[in-house]
């Protein structure tokens, strides 16, 4: 745990500059403040004031003053600004004039989430798996067409190249002298698909470093004239990417893991069956958050590693939520991996549903639907077509949300109204476009 007096001292003694106050609009877009190091101990004291009329999802323009509050455990230094103007981050949360955690900020609503686990004696952990692409950059519109930085696949060493492997060791380098601990990394399926595989941990800790890396490896990609999306599927020539959550709670005092239960078949305690079956009942209403664009729609259900069917199974592509396999005397790495959330989520609002979500199973003791193994969907594939799936857009998935209470309230009404109000405008505009395949389509046929 950092103190005050412990960023103090750092700043010091590592000459920073600068400091960036960070805090993300209801979309997870990151917004920051910089100021001159020297003010440092007052902002630490009392705040520094902000206008968050223009922020999406904020306050009008009549109640814009707010102040940012900085959460000194997630002071870092920013490792690609140079050692003329170093300079350092701190995230924090918004807080009204009146002293008072402002409802509009998603840190706060999953803060929020994790007390009332406290309330019910367990805290929640998460570990992540961050999918991107890197791609080069090219001509006018640096953007198009998009060229994958290598031609590699799974596990593969990039084609041709050192430099990508360069670049892999650079961000894992720049992660760690922020403090962020990545347990591996590795080449995904996509010919410039990379995976990132975030040290399990507390959910708003691990939420901070999210949102720091996603921050990180643009500014490294950049610095090599390299594009890094975290898109769910930037191109219909490549596959989507994903933000895998691997979840469990444990004994708010012991810090014991309370989905174990090694006597089960599947190795889960009654807690977790109650805690899985709330997330599925729910899955519909958390896409919405988990898969938040309209791109999103187009990732899930075109692999196995994106399912759609609203289940759970040990082994089975076609399960929304996996529950791995753990070996004898490594019980307390009991998880169950949720697989529809992608990287454009909101960090913060993504595990405050999930975890709002399965607390309501545990609250509401929730019956558990049988697993659907792989093996019985090759004896029966007509089952598949009883399960239910999760939405095939945008649109569907805001309906969901707009009618499930347990997740509306994990949200509250300021951001749940915002937000739903910002998504439903980015779906209508898309629905308003007409793209180059209706015109190469359509156009002569009719």
């Given at each position: 745990?950092?103190?005050?007096?412990?960023?103090?001292?750092?700043?010091?003694?590592?000459?920073?500059?600068?400091?960036?106050?960070?805090?993300?609009?209801?979309?997870?877009?990151?917004?920051?403040?910089?100021?001159?190091?020297?003010?440092?101990?007052?902002?630490?004291?009392?705040g520094?004031?902000?206008?968050?009329?223009?922020?999406?999802?904020?306050?009008?323009?009549?109640e814009?003053?707010?102040?940012?509050?900085?959460?000194?455990?997630?002071?870092?230094?920013?490792?690609?600004?140079?050692?003329?103007?170093?300079?350092?981050?701190?995230?924090?949360?918004?807080?009204?004039?009146?002293?008072?955690?402002?409802?509009?900020?998603?840190?706060?609503?999953?803060?929020?989430?994790?007390?009332?686990?406290?309330?019910?004696?367990?805290?929640?952990k998460?570990?992540?798996?961050?999918?991107f692409?890197?791609?080069?950059?090219?001509?006018?519109?640096?953007?198009?067409?998009?060229?994958?930085?290598?031609?590699?696949?799974?596990?593969?060493?990039?084609?041709?190249?050192?430099?990508?492997?360069?670049?892999?060791?650079?961000?894992?380098?720049?992660?760690?002298e922020?403090?962020?601990?990545?347990?591996?990394?590795?080449?995904?399926?996509?010919?410039?698909?990379?995976?990132?595989?975030?040290?399990?941990?507390?959910?708003?800790?691990?939420?901070?470093?999210?949102?720091?890396?996603?921050?990180?490896?643009?500014?490294?990609?950049?610095?090599?004239?390299?594009?890094?999306?975290?898109?769910?599927?930037?191109?219909?020539?490549?596959?989507?990417?994903?933000?895998?959550?691997?979840?469990?709670?444990?004994?708010?005092?012991?810090?014991?893991?309370?989905?174990?239960?090694?006597?089960?078949?599947?190795?889960?305690?009654?807690?977790?069956?109650?805690?899985?079956?709330?997330?599925?009942?729910?899955?519909r209403?958390?896409?919405?958050?988990?898969?938040?664009?309209v791109?999103?729609?187009?990732?899930?259900?075109?692999?196995?590693?994106?399912?759609i069917?609203?289940?759970?199974?040990?082994?089975?592509?076609?399960a929304?939520?996996?529950?791995?396999?753990?070996?004898?005397?490594?019980?307390?790495?009991?998880?169950?991996?949720?697989?529809?959330?992608?990287?454009?989520?909101?960090?913060?609002?993504?595990?405050?549903?999930?975890?709002?979500?399965?607390?309501?199973?545990?609250?509401?003791?929730?019956?558990?639907?049988?697993?659907l193994?792989?093996?019985?969907?090759?004896?029966?594939?007509?089952r598949?077509?009883?399960?239910?799936?999760?939405?095939?857009?945008?649109?569907?998935?805001?309906?969901?949300?707009?009618?499930?209470d347990?997740?509306?309230?994990?949200?509250?009404?300021?951001?749940?109204?915002?937000?739903?109000?910002?998504?439903?405008?980015?779906?209508?505009?898309?629905n308003?476009?007409?793209?180059?395949?209706?015109?190469?389509?359509?156009?002569?046929c009719?």
């Open positions: 745990m950092m103190t005050k007096e412990a960023v103090l001292a750092a700043v010091d003694e590592q000459n920073v500059r600068f400091i960036d106050l960070w805090f993300t609009d209801i979309t997870g877009m990151v917004k920051s403040v910089t100021v001159p190091a020297a003010r440092l101990p007052e902002i630490l004291t009392n520094s004031h902000f206008d968050g009329s223009s922020i999406e999802g904020f306050a009008r323009v009549a814009s003053d707010m102040i940012l509050v900085p959460d000194p455990n997630t002071y870092t230094v920013l490792p690609w600004v140079s050692p003329e103007e170093r300079t350092a981050c701190l995230i924090c949360t918004v807080y009204t004039l009146h002293g008072e955690p402002f409802i509009g900020d998603p840190r706060t609503v999953l803060m929020r989430a994790i007390e009332q686990a406290a309330e019910m004696r367990y805290r929640y998460t570990g992540v798996e961050l999918e692409f890197l791609f080069r950059k090219t001509g006018d519109h640096p953007n198009m067409p998009l060229l994958p930085q290598d031609e590699a696949s799974y596990f593969d060493v990039s084609s041709g190249a050192s430099a990508a492997h360069g670049i892999q060791r650079e961000m894992l380098a720049a992660l760690a922020m403090n962020i601990a990545a347990d591996t990394t590795h080449h995904e399926i996509g010919s410039g698909q990379h995976e990132i595989d975030f040290h399990y941990d507390e959910a708003l800790a691990l939420a901070d470093k999210i949102l720091t890396a996603r921050v990180a490896l643009k500014a490294i990609a950049q610095r090599h004239d390299l594009l890094c999306t975290f898109m769910p599927r930037p191109s219909a020539d490549l596959p989507g990417s994903g933000m895998h959550t691997h979840q469990s709670l444990h004994d708010l005092e012991t810090d014991e893991n309370v989905f174990a239960d090694s006597s089960d078949e599947y190795g889960l305690s009654q807690t977790a069956r109650y805690f899985l079956a709330g997330q599925l009942a729910h899955a209403a958390m896409c919405a958050v988990l898969a938040p664009i791109n999103s729609y187009k990732r899930l259900g075109t692999s196995f590693e994106a399912p069917y609203v289940t759970w199974a040990h082994i089975n592509r076609a929304l939520i996996r529950v791995p396999h753990i070996m004898p005397g490594k019980e307390a790495h009991t998880r169950l991996e949720l697989r529809c959330p992608d990287p454009a989520s909101n960090p913060y609002l993504a595990a405050a549903v999930m975890l709002s979500a399965g607390l309501d199973g545990i609250r509401q003791q929730l019956s558990l639907p049988d697993a193994e792989e093996t019985l969907v090759r004896q029966d594939r007509g598949l077509r009883q399960l239910q799936v999760l939405p095939t857009s945008l649109g569907e998935a805001l309906d969901a949300l707009s009618q499930d347990v997740i509306l309230t994990a949200l509250g009404p300021y951001v749940s109204d915002r937000y739903i109000a910002a998504k439903r405008q980015e779906f209508d505009e898309y308003r476009q007409v793209t180059p395949w209706e015109v190469t389509r359509y156009l002569s009719y």
